[in-house]
Structure formats: structure tokens, C-alpha cells
């Protein structure tokens, strides 16, 4: 009578072709994870702008004065965002909100985006003059003296890695903000 013979784990030959089997598709799906990654620290530093805009505009609103969301690049070349209450165009991390831009990430100007035209804004469209948004105490995009209302259009990217994506925060001359996403240069914005 033959006994039935119990399995007592795996072979050499049965570990070795799954541990093959994990390479092979951690290999194929590793780009993909580390592109959603990118994509989504783009998108988280977008985020981040746009509320530091928005929140400007409240303080404006809130404290009855022209109030300034600014940018700079500190002494490494990281770009520090934050919202010059004071207005002495100098950051105080004490009692001034501010962000930093991830080190890869920076302001990119019209030509090293794609065009604009695709957003579909009947009007001129610009870049923030000296880094600067202003607010007026209505919430209103401050133009300045004689200046045009238009939308302001802030663009982020990383240049040595066109893979990310680009992102660009729109701002209305209401001080309404939107968030708008290309894949790649020659993509439309989204």
C-alpha cells in the first residue's frame, strides 16, 4: 500500500522562478510607479501655489489691504512662495505663511510650456509681474496703476525632466484660481 507523501515546502526550482516572475514584472511596472509619482508631486506643488494665492487674496479681504503672495529663490535655488503681510518683500517664516517648491520643481516662463491659446481665455494672458501677485481689500487681482486686467498664469515644471508634466495656475482678474495640466509640450492644457 502506498502512503500519500506530504509537501513540506517549496522546491529550489519553484522559488526561483517566482522570485523571477516578481523581477520581471517589478521591472515592467517600476517606470510607471515612479512617472505617478512625479506626476502627483507636480500636482501636490500646484495644489500647494494655488491655496497660497487663494489664501492671500483672504488675508487681503480679511486685513482691508493690498496683500502680495510672493517668490523667491533662496541661497540653495529652491523657490519659497509665501505671503508678504508686511510687505517688505523679505520672507518672515515667523509670522508669514510661505511653501517651499520640491528642489526639482521651479517657475518656468511661456516658452518652456505649451501654448497658452489652448486654455481658451479670451483674454491677454501673463506671467506675474516681479513674482508678485497682489489683491486689492475686494479679493480682486490688483493691477497697479494703469495696469490691465488680465489672467495671470503661473507655470510650474521641472526642466531637467520633461516627464513630469507641466502645471499652470490661472488666476482670473475676480481672483478665481484653476489648475490646468499638460503632459508634455507639445500636449494641450487640460
Known sequence: MKTARKSQGFTLIE?????????????IAAPQVTRAVR????????????????????????????????????ANGRWQVYIDLNNDRNPNAATEPYIFLPADMTFLGFADVPPVNTMG????VQLPAN???????RGTVDFGVGGAPAVLVVFLGAPNDPSYG??????TPAGKTRIWRASSQAAAWE
Do not use: C, K, W
Request: proline residues 3%.
Open 15 to 27: 522559488a526561483v522562478v517566482t522570485f523571477g516572475i516578481i523581477l520581471v514584472v517589478a521591472a
Open 39 to 74: 506626476t502627483y508631486r507636480l500636482s501636490g506643488a500646484a495644489t500647494d501655489v494655488a491655496n497660497m494665492i487663494q489664501r492671500t487674496r483672504f488675508e487681503a479681504i480679511r486685513r482691508n489691504v493690498i496683500t502680495r503672495t510672493r517668490a523667491l529663490q533662496d
Open 121 to 124: 481665455y479670451p483674454q491677454n
Open 131 to 137: 513674482n508678485a501677485i497682489s489683491f486689492d481689500p
Open 166 to 171: 507641466f502645471r499652470a495656475i490661472a488666476l
